[in-house]
């Protein structure tokens, strides 16, 4: 592969530990069983197979939203993480290339007259999000005229959406059908308002750490391993990334 193991170790673990930050916020990448406290998904199964290959230990900490994971790099808490690369976000942080790409989109009331996302950005109109969501990134930068209500997790958006009145929840689209299919009175919309590409990320300025991560994602799209954990962990709507081409 071209690298120096001991130099890769170092820089990524500088603590000994590979210290890794699980998003729990979106159930598409990772999920947590509450009985067991196990951990399981396409993230934690590329965060596992990293420390195997460089032979470290690993040690996974959860957050219920990715707000609070970008915060977390303030304290210097965490190593690794998964997050959709946005660019306030990579100010901070060095994101490998995407190795899933999800779609962002509403849920909104069944009788509502809105059938696709663009027709939201009126005036008057008030969407709930989740704090610090890739999509609450999105929406402060590109919305024009609607309102965006802020509730601490992406979970919580939807409740704020109903106990509110409000006339959209943004969020993943496949956690929004689950909730749509089990729901009354509720729909997802047909189209997206934006991809959100879900990225490794390492704190910046660990450049060897960067480099080794790019070139793990890529093996791991290449081989199929991304799209195995996918498959194993029921996510087989998510739409895996292409490597990425220097």
Known sequence: MG???????KDIAPHGDLRVAINLGNPVLAKID??????SGVSVALANALADELEISISLTAYDAAGKVFAALEDEAWDLAFLAIEPVRAEKISFSSPY???????L??????????????????????GKGAAYDLFLSRTLKNAE?????????AVDTFLELG???AAGVRQPLARFAKT??????????????????????????AAQYVQNFINRCLQS?????ALDDSGERDARVAQPFVV
């Open 183 to 208: 729901t009354t009175g509720v729909r997802v919309l047909s189209d997206n308002f934006t991809e959100i590409r879900q990225a490794m990320a390492v704190p910046k300025g660990r450049a060897v």
């Open 108 to 129: 909104v009331k069944t009788e509502s007259k809105f059938q696709r996302a663009s027709a939201l950005d009126t005036g008057g109109r008030r969407i709930a999000v």
């Open 166 to 168: 409000l006339d959209a």
């Open 100 to 106: 899933v790409c999800i779609d962002g989109t509403y």
């Open 148 to 156: 965006l209500v802020r509730a601490t997790t992406s979970a919580g």
């Open 224 to 228: 199929g391993f991304v799209a195995k």
């Open 34 to 39: 509450e009985r067991t406290g196990v951990f």
């Open 3 to 9: 690298f120096d193991l001991a130099a890769v170790r």
